[in-house]
């Protein structure tokens, strides 16, 4: 009983391959087509069980039917191993099919008037699947094989009878034809239009995506302008006294090493100089982000920015990290603030630093980008701890810091966003936790109006260089 139930299972399971393996090579029409073999060959065997047939019948029917059966399954067989070339197999077939009903309607005696009608499904079927050419050239076909098949008794046919089968092989193949175009056409159409909507919809979703983009930016711009003359006004209020605590300790300091001050003392006049000194640091960040001002631009190279911040930048990271340079020749020149560009580039490459291990890397990179639009870019990359995906959103919020208490003020990655958003261009960051972060600036390169009013370009050290120079 198991074995049954196994058996009966194993079937269905062989079956439902076959099916979905058959889905997979066939369309929907030409399964309709294949399912029509079928019942083909259910009708011939019903045909050769239930009529009564002459011996020579009954052969002549078993011998077409059997062919009908091998032909076709070579068909299917073919058409799995090559479904593209499914058309050219029609082709052949379709001289096959047309020859069987041909023996057919010629050599089963008495049952010869049945067999014509299986030029109509065959016309019908080559008109709807290739079109009304190929529809034309069937029904001529077959009318010239109907008659033939009667031949030599040309004189016995019924040619009213006759002619009107034909029109109507033609009146069927023309009427699929035309309706196998339209419905081609109209597939056609479909198509197009489902393009040009996936394209609107694209073209829409990337028009809302930049929309997002530019209300983000308004939002970040206005808190980053409330705040920036928020903490000036805090800064200035701070600084003054700091730098007054810090002078006086600075004295005491001195003091104690004329006059030989208790030693604790000494200690805490050290922590307090220290932590005095941290505070101006903060309050010379805070000053700096609420200054900033792309005024008093010039035409720059930025690889002369670059250059100028690696001096600044490098000796204090050449002894921990491998650091790799490749700045394109030629860029074409943007229109900028050297200082605060050069800034830029030092808080990318300082923030890299304190994200990589001794031994890592860290790269700059340089090159334009025709666009549209057209930049200028840089690209600061380093191979350190990466920042987590959650905090991707933040890292340009003022005040945001993954580093260590006492290590940042959170305030580098918000300058560089101001900075470059000044400059009319844009700041992205692209990080993977474990295998580091990759900081890319668009700017947008000079254009020919701020050429023509300045043709000199600034260099470190405040000269100018005319632009012809450079190249």
Not at 151 to 178: H, K, M
Not at 410 to 422: A, E, H
Request: proline share 4%.
């Amino acid at each position: 009983m198991m074995t049954g139930e196994g058996d009966g299972s194993t079937m269905r399971t062989i079956v439902a391959a076959l099916t979905e393996m058959f889905s997979d090579k066939l369309s929907q029409t030409d399964r309709w087509f294949a399912l029509l073999r079928g019942v083909v060959f259910l009708g011939g065997m019903g045909w050769l069980l239930f009529v009564p047939l002459q011996p020579q019948q009954w052969t002549i029917l078993a011998a077409l039917l059997a062919a009908f059966v091998c032909y076709s399954a070579g068909l299917y067989a073919l058409i799995f191993l090559h479904p593209s070339r499914i058309r050219t197999y029609y082709l052949c077939v379709f001289v096959v099919d047309l020859a069987i009903i041909t023996a057919l309607n010629d050599f089963v005696g008495e049952v010869k008037g049945s067999f014509y009608l299986a030029y109509y499904l065959l016309v019908a079927l080559h008109a709807y699947y290739f079109g009304l050419r190929m529809g034309l050239t069937v029904a001529g076909a077959a009318s010239v094989l109907y008659v033939l098949s009667d031949y030599p008794d040309f004189r016995t046919i019924l040619w009213p009878e006759y002619t009107l089968r034909i029109a109507f092989l033609f009146l069927i193949a023309t009427f699929l034809g035309l309706l196998a175009e339209k419905d081609k056409r109209d597939k056609e159409r479909t198509e197009t239009l489902n393009g040009e909507l996936s394209e609107k919809t694209r073209k829409l979703e990337l028009a809302y995506a930049q929309l997002e983009e530019a209300q983000r930016q308004i939002i970040q711009t206005e808190k980053l302008s409330s705040l920036g003359t928020l903490v000036a006004g805090i800064a200035h209020e701070i600084n003054n006294p700091i730098g007054i605590i810090a002078n006086r300790v600075e004295v005491l300091r001195l003091e104690h090493d004329e006059h030989g001050l208790d030693e604790t003392l000494k200690e805490d006049l050290a922590v307090i100089h220290r932590h005095a000194h941290r505070v101006g640091e903060i309050t010379q960040a805070l000053l700096t982000y609420a200054r900033q001002s792309s005024r008093d631009q010039a035409l720059l190279d930025l690889n002369a920015v670059v250059r100028s911040a690696l001096l600044l930048w490098q000796p204090q990271a050449q002894q921990q990290v491998r650091i790799r340079t490749r700045l394109a020749p030629r860029l074409p020149t943007i229109n900028g603030n050297f200082t605060q560009l050069q800034q830029v580039v030092i808080n990318l490459l300082s923030n890299a630093l304190d994200a990589t291990l001794t031994g890592g890397e860290i790269g700059i990179h340089t090159w334009s980008d025709a666009g549209p639009p057209a930049v200028v870019v840089l690209e600061v990359s380093d191979t350190g701890v990466g920042i987590p995906a959650e905090h991707l959103s933040k890292v340009f919020d003022p005040f945001f810091t993954t580093k260590p208490p006492g290590k940042g003020t959170g305030l580098g990655l918000s300058v560089c966003l101001g900075i470059v958003q000044d400059h009319q261009g844009s700041i992205t960051v692209r990080s993977q936790v474990g295998q580091g972060s990759t900081f890319i600036v668009r700017l947008p390169p000079a254009s020919s109006h701020d050429h023509a009013g300045d043709a000199s370009v600034l260099t470190p050290g405040g000269t100018r260089t005319t632009a012809a120079s450079l190249g």
